[in-house]
T-cell receptor, first 111, second 118 residues
Framework: GEDVEQSLFLSVREGDSSVINCTYT??????LYWYKQEPGAGLQLLTY?????DMKQDQRLTVLLNKKDKHLSLRIADTQTGDSAIYFC???????????FGTGTLLAVQP | EAGVAQSPRYKIIEKRQSVAFWCNPI?????LYWYQQILGQGPKLLIQ????????DSQLPKDRFSAERLKGVDSTLKIQPAKLEDSAVYLC????????????????FGPGTRLLVL
């Protein structure tokens, strides 16, 4: 079956790097995504990676994909207080081709 | 470009009552999704429309939930009768629908409707 897991909470200091991890079970996933959800708001797509890539960089964001271990990570460089939010990873593809979301990681940035 | 609009933003009802949510997708988007997000969990897809046809409603509790998109634009999601466990945020999303099922296609999310069932 399809299952996506994340750690629940991460706390960092402003200016440090944050690394949010995610594991998934569906080896046929085609795309993997990172979404950001601020309090009371909908989900905002941050970045995505295709399953034949192992890294993607977009400004302060770096996505690493280890397909063998089914492990995805999101690194945020120079983390700011405005980065405080819940971050969801999601996979797409396989039998259903719909988005399967993880449980979300709450990132708290301390000034 | 206007985003996905949802209303109401908040709703409080008693169990066994009925409730309806409304979604207006981004103009021109053919695909519309309804997700349920229970507190502390990630969103779960309830139903996906392509224009006015249902693509996937496998996780929709059809004994109490219904959804329609009659003209292929706006959509309504209804719960009748509501249960305590239906308390959640109901998110609507849309995508262009041009890429079909085999290519990346961004889903744009609305702000959600927060439902509390007492």
């Amino acid at each position: 079956g399809e299952d996506v897991e994340q750690s629940l909470f991460l706390s960092v200091r402003e200016g440090d790097s944050s690394v949010i991890n995610c594991t998934y079970t569906d080896s046929s996933s085609t795309y993997l995504y990172w979404y950001k959800q601020e309090p009371g708001a909908g989900l905002q797509l941050l970045t995505y990676i295709f399953s034949n890539m192992d890294m993607k960089q977009d400004q302060r964001l770096t996505v690493l994909l280890n397909k063998k271990d089914k492990h995805l990570s999101l690194r945020i460089a120079d983390t700011q207080t405005g980065d405080s939010a819940i971050y969801f990873c999601a996979e797409r593809g396989g039998a259903t081709n719909k988005l399967i979301f993880g449980t979300g990681t709450l990132l708290a940035v301390q000034p | 470009e206007a985003g996905v609009a949802q209303s109401p933003r908040y709703k409080i009802i008693e169990k066994r009552q009925s409730v309806a949510f409304w979604c207006n997708p981004i103009s021109g988007h053919a695909t519309l999704y309804w997700y349920q997000q229970i507190l502390g969990q990630g969103p779960k897809l309830l139903i996906q429309f392509q224009n006015n046809g249902v693509v996937d409603d496998s996780q929709l509790p059809k004994d109490r939930f219904s959804a329609e998109r009659l003209k292929g634009v706006d959509s309504t999601l209804k719960i009748q009768p509501a249960k305590l466990e239906d308390s959640a945020v109901y998110l609507c999303a849309s995508s262009s629908g041009l890429a079909g099922g085999n290519r990346w296609e961004t889903q744009y999310f609305g702000p959600g409707t927060r439902l509390l069932v007492l």
